[in-house]
């Protein structure tokens, strides 16, 4: 293939973003939904992109597109291409707009512990002379902090789809909360278990009245279980020292707790939590005029796209 081959053939950005979605999704009408497309626009911009590389990408498997070798490598850097652009535009933004003043945040602890400091620092780097201020509580917390206009920005975990409004939120990434104990505790060693082994265990909840509570208790309840509830908090501070003492069970972040077992302090129990809390979302509110809000969320953003 000559070297210049793809800057004379004018390959075009929505084509890479076909690409890239078919690559995650594997289906020709699921990219067409996302994109809010017809599927024959989707299927002219696939035959596109092999006219334009002259290579072949895709095999069709009923109604699946498997992708070659080329056409694997090829998304890959697609999307590495693209979040390269969505970096640039950021970039050129805040430099433009030479940012400065104070961003409030609202977040909730779980996604503290995710997002921060990697997220805290690239919006250092796009806006050196503006500060942040971090504010943790309950999502139903926040949210009222938002509407009051005490906070710029909630990030939060999803415990009801309809508090994800379009244009004034966005999914940020997926990481559920999972059940840990300490490594010392007797079901620590299990392989496998059902939730009816934990019909006598003692729980390190959320704090009652709020989202986190309410979700944790339709879990259990879905699966027969009243929980004897020993602690209340929303301090991963306090969660993680009182699962290493003690036999207590407890929620944590699927990334932290794979953190944490690696380093051998806590053991992540094999059961389903059927992807609690999984989805942490960004919100703002409407007619906020804050240019730090956009430039925050643009960097979560990034954060979930280098994940």
Same mark, same amino acid.
């Given at each position: 293939m000559?070297?210049?081959?793809?800057?004379?053939?004018d390959l075009k /950005?929505?084509?890479?973003?076909?690409?890239?979605?078919?690559?995650?999704l594997?289906k020709?009408?699921? !990219?067409?939904?996302?994109?809010?497309v017809s599927?024959?626009?989707?299927?002219?911009?696939?035959?596109?992109?092999?006219?334009?590389?002259?290579?072949?990408?895709?095999?069709?498997?009923?109604? #699946?597109?498997e992708?070659?070798?080329?056409g &694997?490598?090829l998304?890959?850097r697609?999307?590495?291409i $693209?979040?390269d652009?969505?970096?640039?535009?950021?970039?050129?933004?805040?430099?433009?707009?030479?940012?400065?003043g104070?961003?409030? !945040?609202?977040? !909730?602890?779980?996604? /503290?512990?995710?997002?921060?400091?990697?997220?805290?620092?690239?919006?250092r780097q796009?806006?050196?002379?503006?500060? /942040?201020?971090l504010?943790?509580?309950?999502?139903?917390?926040?949210f #009222?902090s938002?509407?009051?206009?005490?906070?710029d920005l909630? !990030?939060?975990? /999803?415990?009801d789809?309809?508090?994800l409004?379009?244009?004034?939120?966005?999914?940020?990434?997926?990481?559920?909360?999972?059940?840990?104990? +300490?490594?010392?505790?007797?079901?620590?060693?299990?392989?496998?278990?059902?939730?009816?082994?934990?019909a006598?265990?003692d729980w390190i909840a959320?704090?009652?009245? +709020?989202?986190a509570?309410?979700?944790?208790?339709?879990?259990?309840?879905?699966?027969g279980?009243s929980?004897?509830?020993?602690v209340q908090?929303?301090?991963?501070t306090?969660i993680?020292?009182?699962?290493?003492?003690s036999?207590?069970?407890?929620?944590?972040?699927l990334?932290?707790?794979k953190?944490?077992a690696?380093?051998?302090?806590?053991a992540? $129990?094999p059961?389903?939590?059927?992807?609690? $809390?999984?989805q942490i979302s960004? &919100?703002?509110?409407?007619?906020?005029?804050?240019?730090?809000t956009?430039?925050m969320?643009?960097? $979560?953003?990034e954060f979930?796209?280098?994940?």
């Amino acid at each position: 293939m000559p070297s210049n081959r793809f800057f004379d053939a004018d390959l075009k /950005v929505q084509q890479l973003r076909v690409l890239v979605q078919l690559h995650q999704l594997g289906k020709v009408q699921k !990219v067409a939904d996302v994109l809010h497309v017809s599927q024959p626009a989707i299927s002219k911009q696939l035959r596109e992109i092999e006219i334009v590389t002259g290579v072949k990408l895709f095999e069709r498997i009923g109604n #699946r597109i498997e992708f070659t070798a080329v056409g &694997h490598h090829l998304a890959r850097r697609a999307a590495q291409i $693209l979040q390269d652009l969505r970096s640039l535009e950021t970039e050129v933004a805040a430099l433009s707009q030479g940012l400065a003043g104070e961003l409030i !945040v609202g977040m !909730v602890t779980t996604a /503290v512990q995710v997002l921060v400091p990697e997220v805290l620092l690239r919006f250092r780097q796009l806006a050196p002379n503006a500060s /942040v201020k971090l504010m943790e509580g309950t999502a139903g917390e926040l949210f #009222r902090s938002l509407e009051k206009g005490q906070v710029d920005l909630v !990030v939060c975990r /999803v415990t009801d789809k309809r508090t994800l409004k379009p244009g004034l939120s966005n999914v940020l990434l997926t990481d559920p909360l999972v059940v840990c104990c +300490s490594k010392q505790h007797p079901l620590a060693l299990s392989t496998k278990l059902d939730w009816s082994d934990m019909a006598k265990q003692d729980w390190i909840a959320p704090v009652s009245g +709020s989202p986190a509570f309410d979700a944790f208790i339709r879990l259990l309840e879905n699966h027969g279980l009243s929980p004897s509830i020993a602690v209340q908090t929303i301090s991963i501070t306090a969660i993680i020292p009182l699962l290493e003492a003690s036999t207590l069970i407890g929620l944590l972040p699927l990334s932290m707790a794979k953190r944490l077992a690696l380093e051998q302090r806590i053991a992540i $129990l094999p059961l389903d939590t059927d992807n609690l $809390l999984g989805q942490i979302s960004a &919100h703002w509110k409407s007619g906020d005029t804050n240019p730090l809000t956009g430039l925050m969320t643009d960097c $979560l953003k990034e954060f979930n796209q280098r994940r």
